[in-house]
DNA sequence: GTCTATATAAAGATAGAC
DNA sequence: GTCTATCTTTATATAGAC
């Protein structure tokens, strides 16, 4: 029998870097189990010996995504500062930086919601931004924390992709100060 | 023969309202012909005789945001000032929110790249950060202009979804503020 | 572990009746 | 202007050989 258990190979390690490479290019529905395999230079079944379903590839990729960000949420929950959420919010885009675009695909958010294991991504992103509006928020407070929000997720995903490597210190330093700013009153 | 050139249509435009619907919430990719003619209650033919294909129905759908896209790295390049063009994005975010979801799935850039009469929203966006970071930017500066774009863009986006209406005044203003701020060096 | 071949369903799109 | 019926392609997924 198999020593691997059809699980821990370095062919379904090519599988999963190769279909995210094209969901983000192309989203989940837009990319196809045929695309996949015509990437990895083998058949369509030679995929569906590694997973047993296209969804199943999709909840391998975003298993660690969504892992991170409960965590976050979890500070979040536990009272930790602004500046530590929002630092941790770039750090988490910028090391998956190689998932841009899986986030903001609505066929990867519409078939994740679909899968009841998967905690849902957006529900966590709500909590933060709730935490980042500090308790009994104003409606202006509400903004600025979605505000502070979108520099730490969309602004860095930005610099990240404008930039070949990772995110260097400046640039994380820059993209914190900015983020804080926005979150703070006049 | 037609009065209607097959364009001005009542049908026409619901067609449009719904795949518009469809597709934030699912995808370009990830919505059928079928899906759209479903929710229309008629046959797959009958949208056909519309549209003549389905790209033809982004094409319609995204004219409107794309030109107004353009206009704003217009004002970019004749030297608006910052808060100008923020304010732009801001307006045209909160205006064009339906189409939240429209701009970040891969498969509707992808479509949308493919077709060469499209301008390229996502140069016109790299314009305005552009202007918005100034003539001759640092590093750090650059970084400060993706801030206050994600801002104005995302940030709006996050807003918009989350009142029923549109962005009232004082939302505005805030949003305004924290890209500005985003933007501003200490 | 990967192949060919195939089943089955759904996709985009057209022909022609009404 | 909308229908049914159909064509063609592509999709997910499986069976069974090697």
């Keep these: 029998m198999n020593t691997n258990e059809r ?16 969901m983000a290019k192309q989203g989940y529905a837009g990319t196809s189990i ?17 997973f047993k379903s296209k969804e199943e590839i999709l909840d391998a990729l975003l298993t660690r995504p969504v892992l991170a ?15 530590e959420l929002l630092g ?5 885009t910028a090391e998956l930086k190689e998932f841009a675009g899986f986030h903001s695909d609505p066929s990867t958010l519409l078939a ?8 849902d991504i957006q529900s966590k992103q709500v909590r933060v931004i709730a935490a980042l509006a500090g308790p009994r928020p104003s409606q202006a407070a509400r903004v600025r924390a979605r505000a502070a929000f ?15 490597n990772g995110l260097t210190k ?8 900015a ?4 979150l703070q009153p006049r």
């Design 150 to 164: 979108a520099v730490a997720s969309d602004g860095t995903a930005g610099v990240a992709a404008a930039s070949d």
């Design 34 to 50: 045929a695309h996949i395999a015509n990437q990895l230079g083998t058949s369509k079944a030679g995929i569906y010996y590694h």
């Design 7 to 22: 699980g821990t190979g370095r062919t379904r390690a090519r599988i999963l870097e190769i279909a995210r490479e094209l």
């Design 69 to 83: 960000y409960a965590d976050i949420a979890e500070r979040a929950a536990q009272g930790a500062p602004p500046a």
């Design 88 to 92: 941790a919010i770039i750090d988490l």
């Design 179 to 182: 983020a804080l700013r926005a």
């Design 170 to 177: 400046p640039e994380r330093d820059e993209l914190l100060a």
């Design 112 to 119: 994740l919601g679909e899968r009841p294991q998967q905690s």
